[in-house]
């Protein structure tokens, strides 16, 4: 059974901070900083997470160093190798403790001016997700432009709660609705349009936000491969609907085919190439289509077996 949702009319006292990191050695020192000095000088009872994505440069030792300031208050973890930020983020809140967790972008921490106003969301909208559009105030190549809208379309779609920034990595979420997301298997891995699809009440707030800095190495065998991902995690009845689909074709060529061979038998209708071709070429394709269906069900059911267990591990882990 999940847990119950910590009622939305009281206003937010303890937070868990989760933010990814990955090859941040120039930005920890000042954002890292700026962010847990926030939460020192608030009235919150908080903890901060900081989740290392196997960075290649110091950024790690430069956590632990932070950490020193705040023993108690901060947690560092490191991944056993590069997962990408939805799944550092999900490892993070899978440590938070606080019946309220909000999800970080290191690059955006002079954005965190505004933690009143995404806090004050819970009582004023009775929200129990609080999503930060980042819409606008991002420069992006082309293929990531194309991914964000391609995504983020599906992620509407899927969560029947449209947003302008559905793929946002800053989020204010009840703790309660990541407990009840760890049950979802392979959707755990696209955190974002998950803990949407499972909020009673979101709501979404714009904030301004600093540029991002750099080029994200995100290219289209990423899309592809992200988009797969995506398709076989919240779309499972997919390869169920093709090969309905497709034996449903094979029937229908073959039940053409044969009134087509006994009206000819009979002598009532000429010879017709092109409707041989036709029926032969859906016949094909409904053969095509089954194999396809049978093959995509059976990487179903693996991904899914598969993604039953934690996806992603600690380094210090055996």
Sequence with gaps: MPEQRNPTSQKVEALSLVVAVFNDRD???QSGLKLAEALAESNLDWELIFVDDFSKDSSFDLLQSIRTRWPDRIKTLRLARNYGQHVALYAGMSHAEKPWILTFDLDYAPAIHALD???DQVPLRQADLVNVSRLGQRKQSMVRSFGSWFFGSLA?????KPMADPLSSIK?????????????GEQRQFLAPLALKLADQPVELSVELPPKRGRSSFG????VRLALDFVLA???????????????????SVAAGGLYLVLRLFGWIDPSTHFQVICLTLTALSIHGVLMALIGEYQVRIHRLLYQQEFFRLEEDP
């Design 234 to 252: 919240f779309f499972p009845m997919l390869f169920t609907r093709l090969l309905i689909w497709s034996i449903a074709l094979g029937l229908s």
């Design 172 to 184: 204010l979420v009840a703790r309660s609705i990541f407990q009840q997301g760890r049950l979802y």
């Design 156 to 160: 509407n779609r899927v969560t029947g």
């Design 27 to 29: 930005l920890l020192p």
């Design 220 to 223: 289209s065998e990423q899309l």
């Design 117 to 119: 106003d995404i806090l």
